[in-house]
């Protein structure tokens, strides 16, 4: 573990302990150089320092075309845009992933207790998951847009997507 200084939304800062959540298995691995190298700065601070894009900055937040978020990381697809809605937080918000697609671990900073969704498959930081999002699941994944691809989906198409099997 590192002593880490944690910058949320750019307002508040704080130091804090942070357990890296690349710490496990992953199926897509690469060195904190080959992570550099794909992303950029504020892409890599959000994926890989767990760090928060500013609220409102992500243009994702207001895309409401029909496709699939994908992780920035490594194109896996993680939420369909039909669970996709305006939380009103500034942030791209789903109340669901896809199967298979996402995470979790518990985030004690900031003095509060939240649950962090990282890709199943790389390990990058998407956000945090809130109790506090419409039915059906009551959810609200609150994500970083950098954090995110958006694949517009073709009219015929569409079904495809939420129909498939979850990747393994």
Known sequence: ???RLF???GTAAVVATKLHATEGTFEITRTEA???????E???LVMREEKTERAGSSPLDKETRDGIYACRGC???LYDASTKYDSGT???SFYQPLPNAVRTKDDNTFFSKRTEVHCRRCG?????????GPKPTGKRHCLNGVS???QIAQTEDASAWRSRPPEV
Do not use: C, N, V
């Open 7 to 9: 910058l949320l939304s």
């Open 148 to 150: 995110l691809t958006f």
């Open 75 to 77: 194109d896996l697809p």
């Open 124 to 132: 990058s930081h998407l956000g945090h998951i809130f109790d506090d």
């Open 1 to 3: 573990m590192k002593r």
């Open 34 to 40: 080959q992570w550099r190298a794909q992303l950029s």
């Open 90 to 92: 500034g942030w791209p």
């Open 42 to 44: 504020i892409e890599y």
